[in-house]
């Protein structure tokens, strides 16, 4: 999808549509939207009252455009001006550009609606973004072209409803973009399935990476990982025929100031999760493809960073392999030794996210960040505990903390705060050795960081358990069954926050 920013009028933009954005209200036509009624002598209006539109959430209404240079108008429903806000925003144009998907509609213009609330920068950004991400079709492995949503909105013209806006509209046009690209980067790779996407295809996409501006990729197989000692990802690693992959990744802009943070992103990337040996039921197992949710979510905020390119170094590390049952697999009961020295009784094959992700933070942790951030699809509890509303933060680390919440409330990827302090690293305490890798069925989320946190000691460091997340099941306005994508707009905003002294 390509957008341009246009500020000659709404009449004069060439397209199949025009779409503008209606909120509900007794003077429901104000600026733009009203010059634009006048033009077309009442055209606005008459399709309002003929189609009973009176501008609530994600209505839609089609009219002509007489004396336009478009063929169709199509206004969507804002809702109510004063509870209006980027969420609204996104949800109305995404509505919008899947119905003009719907249609094989290729060209649009859109009136990009600027408020006190939503400012143009922002707004154009939300628009780009949510038409962008609507359009994205999962259904990558359909044969029949016919049951496949056409990519038919190739050109959108974002319009401005004043002078002066242009240089903000091309700001936000650009961020909503990049960040659109890194989003469907995520949702690509949670999508694919596991025969497909491997520790070495995920490998591989991470390297593609580094062909972007200040990025650099190495990757460690499992010789490597065995010279170094991470016997936490070769032991998850050890039942499947795939090898292991320990990925690297590293952003670094070219003018980077001096004063400038230092942090790193580190991602759960097994690419199935069968439980092991400690196999999990039948039901929904297929789900467990997007058990790389954390690390895909990393991929996709480095590639929205290789584009935007803000000033702050930025570490990736992603600890990638398959969880299977096999003669060569981990057993409960097994002892692994970890890359800090540390002893783990594996009582449970299944809780193997926290295996991969503790050698994978005790290596970031060498590398002396400022701060770290994990993101993990590693417990059933946090679902249980938040469902697909927020994804679960955990620190001991008040200004990090905050730092992360205020980023997730911008990004638009919400967080919520549990309890992770001395009580659940008690509870990990092992028998026959240092750690055990499951402890009660209570409060799974946190006992889960309790464990991890062991391997973090010493670094500013904060948890995100992202599996409730990382996919949905209904169909949502910017997204579609399937991959959400979740944690790439978090991340960027994080790095954001760093590069800008929040730090
Ligand atoms: N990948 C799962 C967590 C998960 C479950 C993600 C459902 C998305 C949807 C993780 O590896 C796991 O199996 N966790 C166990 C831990 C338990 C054995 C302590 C769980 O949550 O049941
Ligand atoms: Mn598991
Ligand atoms: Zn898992």
């Given at each position: ?25 007794a ?45 169709q ?30 249609r ?13 609330s ?109 010279r ?21 990744l ?16 580190v ?68 002892v ?127 948890h ?10 209904e ?14 707009r978090?991340f960027?905003?994080?790095a ?8």
């Open positions: 999808m390509r957008f341009t920013v246009k500020n000659d009028g709404l009449e004069t933009v060439k397209a199949q549509v025009l779409i503008v954005g209606v909120h509900t209200g003077r429901r036509l104000r600026g733009a939207a009203a010059r634009l009624d006048r033009r077309t002598r009442g055209t606005l209006t008459r399709a309002m009252a003929l189609e009973g539109f009176s501008g609530k959430k994600k209505e839609l209404a089609w009219a002509e455009a007489p004396r336009t240079a478009a063929k108008i199509l206004l969507v429903g804002l809702g109510p001006s004063d509870a209006f806000d980027g969420k609204a925003l996104g949800d109305a144009m995404g509505t919008a550009a899947s119905a003009c998907q719907k094989g509609i290729a060209t649009a213009g859109v009136l990009v609606p600027v408020s006190r939503v400012p143009a920068s922002e707004a154009a950004q939300t628009v780009a973004m949510a038409m962008e991400l609507a359009c994205y079709d999962p259904a990558m492995y359909k044969t029949d072209p016919e049951e496949r949503k056409k990519a038919s909105l190739r050109r959108v013209d974002l319009v401005a409803e004043r002078e002066g806006q242009t240089k903000a509209l091309n700001e936000g046009k650009r961020r909503g973009a990049a960040l659109a690209d890194g989003i469907l980067l995520t949702r690509d790779l949670v999508n694919r399935p596991a025969n497909e996407l491997t520790p070495r295809l995920l490998a591989r996409e991470a390297r593609l990476l580094a062909r972007g501006k200040g990025i650099r990729c190495r990757v460690a197989g499992p010789a490597e990982c065995r170094r000692g991470m016997g936490g990802l070769l032991g998850v690693g050890q039942g499947s025929a795939e090898p292991v992959q320990f990925i690297q590293e952003y670094r802009p070219t003018r980077l100031p001096r004063s400038a943070p230092k942090i790193a992103f991602g759960k990337g097994i690419t199935f999760d069968t439980g092991g040996i400690s196999l999990k039921p039948a039901a929904n197992m297929d789900q467990m493809k997007t058990d790389m949710g954390g690390a895909a979510a990393i991929l996709g905020a480095f590639k929205v960073l290789s584009i935007l390119q803000p000033a702050v170094h930025v570490l990736g590390y992603i600890a990638a392999a398959e969880n299977m049952p096999g003669g060569k697999a981990v057993k409960p009961g097994d692994l030794r970890m890359m800090n020295g540390m002893t783990v009784e594996v009582n449970n094959t299944d809780a193997e996210g926290r295996l991969v992700l503790a050698d994978a933070l005790h290596f970031a942790k060498l590398r002396k960040p400022d701060f770290m951030v994990d993101a993990a699809t590693l417990t059933g509890a946090c679902m249980i505990a938040l469902g697909d509303v927020a994804g679960g933060l955990m620190s001991e680390d008040e200004k990090l903390a905050r730092l992360i919440e205020e980023a997730a409330q911008r990004s638009g990827d919400p967080v919520w705060r549990l309890p992770l302090s001395e009580v659940h690293r008690t509870r990990m305490k092992g028998h026959v050795a240092d750690l055990k890798n499951t402890g009660p069925r209570d409060g799974g989320a946190s006992t889960a960081a309790g464990f991890l946190s062991r391997f973090a000691e010493g670094v500013p460091w904060a995100l358990d992202i599996a409730g997340m990382v996919w949905t099941d169909n949502r306005p910017t997204e579609p069954k399937g991959a959400t994508g979740y944690g790439v978090l960027h905003a994080i954001e926050s760093a590069a800008s002294g929040a730090w």
